[in-house]
């Protein structure tokens, strides 16, 4: 049975939001235009899917290649320097999506500008995105680093889920321009909330080379990406599971993992601190792997939304438990620069799965697919135990 918050939790809590807050507007301005520019390329500048795909997945190779230094940036100049210049960007790139419109005439200047916008949003999203949660962990304290990572994976993956409706709408009521100005709106208030905040003192030591943080992180990494890969299975091919048996309701799927993740985090992101991040992340792979096994043996909709249910309580959990053992196994000073290479190995399980989930498909079918990413979810509870064995360099 869940307890109320105590007294003394609840300031912590108070003092963590407003800054996830400000992760929240970023991570809006990547949802809002999202599912919008694929069909804009297509429709309204006359070329094909590739292209199309392109120009929502140069933000994500942006991000891969700034998260690294976002994280070291975050170190050396301070956490909310590093947020304001990743809003900045964010906005930025808000304004040339707004000015598309006005050279869609040329359609190449048009695509050239709407990828600028998402290179733009890349670094934005690289740099709030890493610097908010060491922000709030100099704001709060290491100890409670669980609820910061938590609510900060709340907060993006919530801000994206609300985007999508946000920006289908904007756009069929006026275009594109309008998705655009509102991708000016969310990054503005997040600097609004974020001028109102201090920054927390740069730590002083040495910084750890980028190589020796990568070493350090691998372990680590690779057990957030062989979960990871459940979830972007999930998100590339659930709702085309469902179409290919015949099912209704492609989207639910999707919907019940997504929201699953997000309450897991919320719900038993304190058993971090009580429990240990190695006992939770074995358990939350553990769980996840009997949720893409139910899927991978789902004879109708229900069982396999079950398994839905059961996957994205389990992966939910597992980059914020993981998150916390690696902060207390590197020193202070190169907090920041081993988060951002922790977080690119999420980055990069989302960005591969697809194709390479398409390219099992041409040897098996949809629910193959799931029993290949439950063996890589059983597989990263052995690479839990790897990182327990590692010694700490903190």
């Keep these: 049975m869940l307890r109320p918050p105590t007294s003394r939790e609840r300031p912590v809590l108070l003092r963590i939001l407003p800054i996830s807050f400000v992760n929240f507007c970023t991570y809006l301005g990547v949802g809002v235009p999202l599912a919008i520019l694929p069909v804009y390329v297509m429709h309204q500048l006359g070329y094909g899917p590739v292209l199309a795909g392109l120009s929502v997945s140069s933000q994500f190779l942006s991000t891969v290649v700034t998260r690294s230094l976002a994280g070291r940036m975050s170190d050396a100049i301070g956490a909310r320097r590093t947020v304001l210049y990743g809003l900045t960007a964010a906005l930025l790139a808000g304004l040339m999506l707004t000015c598309v419109p006005l050279v869609e005439a040329t359609p190449l200047l048009a695509y050239a500008a709407i990828v600028i916008s998402r290179l733009l949003l890349g670094f934005g999203e690289s740099c709030s995105g890493t610097a908010t949660i060491t922000w709030n962990i100099g704001r709060v304290g290491t100890a409670h680093t669980a609820q910061v990572m938590s609510w900060g994976g709340v907060a993006a993956y919530g801000a994206i889920a609300a985007g999508a409706p946000i920006g289908g709408a904007a756009f069929d009521a006026l275009g594109l321009w309008a998705v655009g100005f509102v991708t000016i709106l969310a990054p503005l208030a997040g600097l609004l909330v974020a001028l109102l905040h201090g920054e927390t003192p740069v730590i002083a030591g040495v910084r750890q080379k980028a190589g020796r943080t990568l070493a350090l992180?691998?372990?680590?990494?690779?057990?957030?990406?062989?979960?990871?890969?459940?979830?972007g299975a999930v998100a590339s091919f659930g709702g085309l599971m469902f179409i290919a048996a015949g099912w209704e309701g492609a989207s639910l799927l999707v919907s019940v993992f997504g929201l699953c993740f997000a309450g897991?985090?919320?719900?038993?992101?304190?058993?971090?601190a009580r429990v240990g991040g190695f006992r939770v992340a074995a358990l939350?792979?553990?769980l996840e792997t009997l949720g893409l096994g139910?899927?991978?043996?789902?004879?109708?909709?229900?069982?396999?939304?079950?398994?839905?249910?059961?996957?994205?309580?389990?992966?939910g959990m597992v980059f914020p438990s993981l998150g916390v053992e690696l902060m207390k196994r590197v020193p202070a000073a190169s907090r920041g620069g081993a988060l951002g290479i922790y977080t690119v190995f999420l980055d990069l399980a989302l960005a591969i799965t697809g194709p390479l989930a398409g390219l099992v498909l041409a040897w098996l079918d949809y629910p193959g697919i799931f029993a290949i990413c439950a063996l890589c979810a059983a597989a990263g509870i052995g690479m839990v135990a790897l990182c327990r064995a590692r010694p700490s360099e903190a």
């Design 264 to 272: 897991s985090r919320v719900v038993f992101g304190g058993q971090i």
């Design 284 to 286: 939350a792979l553990g």
């Design 217 to 231: 992180v691998l372990p680590f990494g690779a057990a957030l990406t062989l979960g990871a890969i459940g979830f």
């Design 294 to 315: 139910l899927i991978w043996l789902a004879w109708a909709p229900l069982p396999a939304l079950i398994g839905g249910a059961l996957a994205g309580l389990g992966f």
